[in-house]
């Protein structure tokens, strides 16, 4: 049965779409059947994947189509079901119904044995919708910017949470998102998080200029540029988030040939430190869409290297 997890904040602008994209597309690549939903009217996640869909959320939770006809295919192992404007027409008429709050479970109940993971991308505000989510979701995860008005939103978000989910309701994980770790303040407010949130608070995803342009493209940031920051810290987000939900990388099938020639394999270079160069801890690694990332759990330090040629 599938991991349901909602990607919430109650601000707007911190990174959930961005989040939603290149995890769902992370664990994908892993090997994991990974849905997205849209229960954001803006439609962004359609857009940021390249996608045209006929039919949307709205199809399912008012017009009663299956939601199966309303999924598509993204990518490999990685499905959408979308949203769009209509959607703003559909949330006076779910708020109308007695079950308000369930009828978003009740559309993906269907399919979510399906898959290894659900993750519901949302709006910056309670909406009908947004209420929805975090009723039908297991877990919370909730993207920050490394500021002090997100940091205040999230105690908010944690107030709402427990008033709708009950006692049991709490933020699994805590993703500081466009951390600059050149700003003074950005490193005081990611350490007082880590202080007050625990081992919730997940590694930061340090600000990067290509994963605001890769939704332009209608491409994840492993298409777009898999050598950029923002690839090795999804990618290493992916890592944590397949850990803690006990996900073990699936063996993916072997690429087809390229056409015309072989692409050519490039073993890791046994150059590679296996200890640190900066504090000499032994390297943990990964690997995600072809490169094989070194890291330090001590010192944050980062290295990665291309493994094979994708097409
Ligand atoms: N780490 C990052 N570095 C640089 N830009 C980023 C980063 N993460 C997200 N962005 C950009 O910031 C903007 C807001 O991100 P995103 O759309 O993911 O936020 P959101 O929380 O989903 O917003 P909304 O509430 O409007 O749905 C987008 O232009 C996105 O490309
Ligand atoms: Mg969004």
Redesign the pocket.
Known sequence: MARVVAVA?LK????????VVNVGAGLALKGARVLLVDT?A?G?LAMALGVHPRRTLYDALVDGVPVERCIIEARPGLDLLPADATLLGAQPIIARRPDWSRVLAQALQPVTGSYDFVLIDS??SLTPLNVNALVCAHDVIA?TTVEHFSVKSLELLMAQIGRIKGGAGHVRMIIP??YDPRVRQSGELLAMLRDRYGDRVTPP?????R??EA?AQGKTIYEYDPRSR?AIDYALLVEHISRAFGFAARPQPPAPPPDPAPAPYRPVSTAAPETCPHCGKALQHTSLAGYRISYCAQCRYKKQELVRDRQ
Do not use: E, Y
């Not at 707007?12 to 989040?19: N, R």
């Not at 995803?205 to 200029?209: E, I, L, Q, S």
């Open positions: 904040n707007g602008g911190i990174g959930k779409t961005t989040t954001d803006q962004n709006a910056g993207p998102t466009m995803v340090r600000v990067n200029v994963l605001s939704p923002g």
